[in-house]
């Protein structure tokens, strides 16, 4: 599906907006997995998942016109998705997974050092998996974006409209809740 | 929702099948440019009733001579207090809620913390509120409204600006008509209504110099009501005032 490989998501979204619709296919052809997946890690039932990327696509689609392409279509589209599956699992959970947040409330220091975050995203990936379920949902969604979807804390930010430093706090917070779950089953942060 | 679970090349299919048939359709530029500019409209008009209010506030403050009240120790404090716009007050942190909240839909509004932006909000109200104060527009207002010509809600809400001392409170607000040695007169303003006043003496504290007083000043004094008279024990100049609509001048 994807025959244009050699385009950005922003350039394609260029397409759409002046009238090559049938240019959407290839949006949802490279979102589809990374939607289906992020949405796993909210939900359970897979039906369910499957018919909220659904809504989402169709969302994005008559809200394209909405999208400036100065700014990155895949923070767009998360942000869409994110809702939507926050709102997936209110319904499931019956429970307020955003409030008060006290985190967004100060500034943070942020540093990301690639080698570091290289090393560091191979073993968190093999713990998340693991722990997910543990965690605050707060902690859960930036440590999934971040660890499993690789994004960056400025997209992380612009996805759930929280500062930069609030990321880089919750993920800490979401590792170091992560290594206390594995001390806890007997398992090495390291391994 | 489908209760059928779609494969994924079939609901992207499916999808691109609707767009095709224009049964998904995309929302025209201008109905997000208009969305926009009501969003914009609001985040102004929140902003603008916001540093109003602001300073309108100020004014009441100004207007009931409520700082020059502290002055008078701890009773003085208590009519402060009950003289404070706290109705307007709380409005005033709603709305700044409200505006803290509309800026966050922002990017700049999100990528600060909320703390900075909510102090941010705070400090551009409070000295846009402060300026306004300083310009002659409330007392403009406050005119209008005493000549009635203004609507309201805007009568009502410069016609109550002036507040008085409440009645037992041991603070008293009137015009000096005549002095005599440590005896003033003055008319005093009937808190149940400013266009009335009742002449009343004033037995000044020994030691208290009132040499700067003149006939026609406004005065605050803090005192015992006794026999129809007042037994002073501090007096404070009170013509920065705006003057009530009963007295020539100011109307």
């Not at chain 2, 006794?226 to 037994?231: L, N, T, V, Y």
């Amino acid at each position: 599906m994807d025959d244009l490989p050699s385009l950005t998501d922003e350039q394609i979204v260029l397409l759409i907006q002046g009238g090559d619709k049938e240019k959407y296919g290839l949006l949802m052809t490279r979102y589809d997995k990374k939607l289906s997946r992020y949405g796993r890690k909210f939900l359970s039932e897979k039906e369910n998942i499957e018919d909220i990327v659904q809504d989402v696509f169709i969302s994005a689609f008559q809200n394209i016109n909405n999208f400036d392409t100065s700014l990155k279509f895949s923070s767009w589209i998360y942000r869409i998705a994110h809702n939507a599956f926050v709102n997936g699992l209110k319904r499931q959970q019956r429970s307020a997974v955003l409030g008060l947040d006290l985190d967004t409330f100060v500034s943070h220091m942020t540093y990301e050092d690639p080698a570091v975050e290289e090393r560091d995203h191979e073993i968190m990936k093999k713990m998340i998996d693991q722990g997910l379920e543990k965690l605050t949902p707060k902690c859960r969604e930036v440590i999934i974006l971040h660890y499993l979807e690789g994004l960056s804390y400025k997209e992380i930010s612009d996805i759930l409209q929280i500062p930069t430093g609030t990321v880089a706090v919750r993920v800490l917070r979401g590792k170091d809740a992560l290594r206390k779950i594995y001390k806890k089953m007997n398992m090495d942060y390291e391994q | 929702m489908n209760n059928k679970q779609p494969i994924p090349q079939d609901k992207i299919q499916n999808i691109l099948e609707k767009i095709r048939k224009n049964e998904l359709t995309l929302t025209p530029k201008t109905y997000f440019r208009l969305r926009f500019a009501a969003f914009i409209l609001v985040v102004v008009a929140v902003l603008v009733v916001s540093v109003f209010l602001s300073s309108f506030i100020l004014f009441t403050i100004r207007a009931s001579g409520q700082a020059s009240l502290i002055g008078f120790g701890p009773a003085g404090w208590q009519v402060f207090l009950f003289l404070f716009p706290w109705g307007l007050s709380t409005l005033e942190i709603g709305l700044i809620i409200l505006l803290q909240y509309l800026l966050r839909s922002f990017k700049f509004g999100y990528k600060v913390p909320v703390l900075y932006l909510l102090g941010g909000v705070i400090f551009v109200m409070s000295v846009s509120g402060f300026v306004i104060d300083k310009t002659p527009l409330h007392d403009m207002l406050l005119r209008q409204a005493d000549q009635k010509h203004l609507p309201p809600p805007f009568g009502n809400l410069y016609e109550n600006a002036r507040r008085l001392p409440p009645p037992g409170h041991g603070i008293f607000l009137g015009t000096i008509t005549s002095i005599e040695g440590d005896t003033l007169v003055i008319a005093l303003l009937n808190p149940m209504d400013t266009s009335t006043t009742t002449a009343v003496t004033v037995m000044v504290p020994s030691g208290q110099i009132i040499v700067q007083e003149k006939v026609g000043d406004r005065i605050f004094i803090q005192g015992k009501m006794i026999d129809g008279k007042i037994q002073a024990q501090d007096i404070k100049n009170a013509n920065d005032l705006p003057p009530p609509p009963s007295i020539p001048g100011g109307m």
